[in-house]
């Protein structure tokens, strides 16, 4: 990659030589792939990877492709985003069939929409290729859904990570939305202010409110902790749970709990409505 697609020699609207995917890996089993991911992935001269893509998911690509980690994780030293966009410029223009490989799906907490606004911009059409997302994995690989008809007529998808500057969520808000709406909360990224979260969406949510922590979704690895909203920070603390993990909130882990331990775990609760 020995030249720059910001030079003159890469005008606005130049032709598109290569090609660019971004494609997600899943939650970390290879299993889990799409066979649309798994061909973009085989089919790739060159595939930037993030830090969060399992060794056995790379392990798909061609033995002649060029693979170049970009890792990017919280509270870990990461490869600045403008320089990955300008790796994926560089290797589109010289003719290469680029993957941009990435944890879960590109488009929920993936920075996947920079990247094509970037592209696109440039000049270069993207590609993107969903994956299952580790909110979804982790609980259902507790055997317990997102939404239920009779308990959760939705799900909230959010991340416990404002970039700098930016307020981030109001949870106080969203606790009183989700327990009016009757909604799952799973929270991306939000182990390092989880006491803050937690002290948040007390305001809204009762102290009872089933939750679960699930770290390492979907991988051998993978733990777990059910617990309730109240107890959320002392159970991260008590049982040593760390990043990456998601959090769950709402009646729906209470399926989880019934799994564990079914003489002791109450019913999902009926709400009046």
């Known amino acids: 990659m020995s030249h720059d697609p910001t030079s003159p020699a890469y005008p606005h609207g130049a032709v598109q030589r290569g090609s660019c ?4 890996a899943g939650p970390g089993d290879p299993d889990l792939l799409t066979l649309k991911a798994l061909k973009a992935i085989q089919a790739a001269t060159v595939l930037l990877v993030d830090d969060l893509v399992s060794d056995a998911i790379v392990a798909h690509a061609a033995p002649t492709a060029r693979v170049v980690y970009v890792g990017k994780r ?16 560089m290797a589109v223009h010289e003719g290469e069939n680029v993957v941009r490989l990435k944890g879960g799906d590109p488009f929920i907490f993936g920075r996947g ?9 440039a000049g270069v059409e993207v590609q993107v290729i969903n994956g299952i997302t580790a909110g979804l994995a982790g609980l259902t690989a507790l055997g317990a859904p997102l939404t239920h008809r009779e308990h959760a007529h939705g799900v909230v998808f ?5 970039k700098p500057g930016d307020a981030g969520t109001d949870w106080r808000q969203l606790a009183a939305t989700a327990r009016d709406a009757r909604l799952t909360l799973v929270i991306y990224m939000g182990m390092s ?4 979260i937690q002290a ?12 679960v922590v699930i770290q390492h979704a979907s991988l051998p690895t993978q733990r777990h902790a059910v617990t309730t909203l109240g107890q959320l ?4 603390e008590r049982e040593r749970l760390a990043s990456p993990s998601v959090i769950v909130v709402g009646d729906v882990v ?17 709400r009046a409505g």
Do not use: N, W, Y
């Open 113 to 121: 929409g920079e990247e094509v606004e970037h592209l696109r911009a």
């Open 21 to 24: 995917t971004l494609v997600g």
């Open 200 to 211: 948040e969406l007390l305001h809204g949510l009762p102290a009872h409110t089933p939750a």
């Open 158 to 162: 959010i991340t416990g990570h404002a």
């Open 233 to 236: 920070h002392a159970t991260i």
């Open 254 to 270: 209470r399926g989880v709990a019934a799994l564990q331990d079914p003489a002791s775990a109450p019913p999902l609760r009926q």
């Open 74 to 89: 919280g509270g870990c030293k990461s490869t600045p985003q403008a320089f990955i966009e300008k790796l994926m410029l």
């Open 193 to 196: 202010g989880a006491a803050r």
